[in-house]
């Protein structure tokens, strides 16, 4: 098994670097850059680009050559301002080097955890990932654990009950659950309940109270529950169709199988044939899942949530970067997110392996 984990760990290398180079090389042909960004503020404001100059403004201030679109031909729009001050902006934002140049820079950049600055927020991408964790922890985690502690024993009664008018009343009202919109089905916990129309039960926005650092340490885990409750019944309520479902079929598919039925025929209790014996190989194909439920709620699954509550978390740091053509923060949550993911991968053939001991990755790639 180390040998195994030894070979998937470098593989984590060239998939990395495949991920970069790929994003990075789309990046180049994406036009309206930040340099083009702030030619745009200043047409649209006036004789103000002074302060960009030299370094003066928050822009490109302290900037890594991050990477990013820096374009060889003219700028459009910029028709009107000095080639001198335009050349200043490409340097300040690393622009004046080759895209190879400035890849390799960054690439050697991140080999030593230094992934630079954001270009318009004078702030590390580290501390400004940093910052905006705790929102994302807090939806991704509470969603993740609330749809796996519901879904895994409803998906097992369910196929207990298989053809049941409790295995159909739970299916119609999962689907139900599974079709609404996450973002319609917010709006309508923030009108019924965060004192839209009807109840003010919940607060309307924020993680936190703003007197949050003056509560007892019980206070501060109620304030907590108290902010997270509705996006995260917002969050949950279309994860459990799928986990629910998948579930209940791999019980259907192991409970028709050989072994359990010898198990029966030797005396051993329902629970004991359902427990000791189907639940081990029904579980394999819900482990399998987890990393793809887990990094997509945590990082691609919250924006639109994040929106409606007012959270700031990683969900509008990346959509928002992506808008003002932030790369450092780009490129830099996609490395480290990326790595993450790939890590998480390995963890899952590891749960496999917790689960059912009798699986050897080693053996099956011999």
Do not use: C
Not at 66 to 79: E, I, N, P
Not at 90 to 106: A, V
Not at 295 to 309: A, H
């Amino acid at each position: 098994m180390g040998a195994y984990i030894l070979r998937r760990l470098l593989l984590v290398i060239p998939t990395l670097l495949g991920i970069m180079i790929v994003n990075f090389t789309l990046v180049q042909f994406v036009p309206g850059g930040p340099v083009e960004q702030i030619i745009a503020q200043i047409e649209g404001q006036g004789d103000v680009f002074a302060g960009f100059a030299g370094g003066g403004g928050d822009a490109g201030a302290g900037a890594e050559p991050a990477g990013g679109g820096g374009f060889d031909d003219k700028y459009v729009g910029a028709r009107g301002l000095p080639p001198e001050f335009i050349a200043e902006l490409e340097k300040e934002f690393g622009f004046d080097k080759p895209p190879l140049e400035r890849f390799l820079s960054m690439m050697g950049n991140y080999l030593t955890l230094d992934f630079g600055e954001s270009y318009f927020r004078s702030i590390s991408v580290i501390d400004l990932v940093l910052e905006k964790m705790p929102v994302s922890i807090s939806l991704g985690l509470w969603s993740t654990l609330i749809a796996y502690l519901v879904s895994i024993p409803l998906g097992i009664r369910k196929a207990i009950k298989d053809g049941s008018t409790f295995d159909t009343w739970t299916s119609g009202t999962i689907i139900v659950a599974y079709a609404i919109p996450g973002f319609l089905f917010a709006i309508l916990l923030l009108v019924l309940f965060a004192g839209g129309s009807y109840w003010q039960i919940f607060p309307l926005r924020g993680l936190t109270s703003d007197n949050w650092e003056s509560l007892s340490l019980m206070g501060k885990i109620a304030d907590y529950f108290w902010h997270i409750t509705l996006p995260i019944i917002a969050l949950t309520i279309s994860a459990f169709a799928t986990l629910t479902l998948l579930t209940k079929n791999s019980f259907l598919d192991e409970i028709k199988k050989q072994y359990v039925m010898t198990a029966r025929a030797k005396g051993l209790s329902e629970r004991k044939v359902l427990y000791g014996h189907v639940f081990r190989n029904a579980m394999l194909i819900v482990i399998a899942g987890f990393p793809a439920v887990f990094i997509g709620v945590f990082f691609g699954g919250s924006i639109i949530i994040e929106t409606i509550f007012s959270l700031d978390g990683l969900g509008r740091l990346g959509f928002e970067a992506a808008v003002a053509r932030d790369y450092p923060v780009i490129f830099g949550t996609l490395f480290i997110f990326g790595l993450m993911g790939l890590v998480v991968g390995i963890i899952s053939d590891l749960m496999y392996v917790l689960v059912d001991p009798r699986i050897d990755f080693e053996k099956r790639e011999g």
